[in-house]
């Protein structure tokens, strides 16, 4: 893990239980600025497209929890 400048001060809560692009409920990622949810690369990269088309780089895995992670498309790399 690295520091990461592109970490929000505040992290934002997930705004949604499913994909909001596709409404899958499996391998879930939120947006780290706004909350959020899209579905992960192994899908149809719904989170991905969001970062890069918002100027959000930084999702977290769900659930939130002791086993997600948190990731930086603009680092390529967990931070």
Not at 21 to 26: F, Q
Not at 45 to 52: G, L
Request: proline share 5%; net charge neutral.
């Amino acid at each position: 893990m690295t520091a990461c400048a592109h970490v929000p001060a505040e992290l934002s809560a997930p705004r949604a239980t499913a994909c909001e692009g596709c409404g899958s409920t499996d391998r879930l990622r939120a947006c780290a600025t706004c909350g959020y949810v899209g579905c992960c690369e192994s899908q149809q990269a719904h989170n991905t497209k969001h970062a890069k088309a918002s100027d959000h780089p930084v999702i977290r895995s769900l659930p939130l929890g002791e086993r997600s992670f948190t990731w930086c498309y603009s680092c390529d790399g967990y931070v």
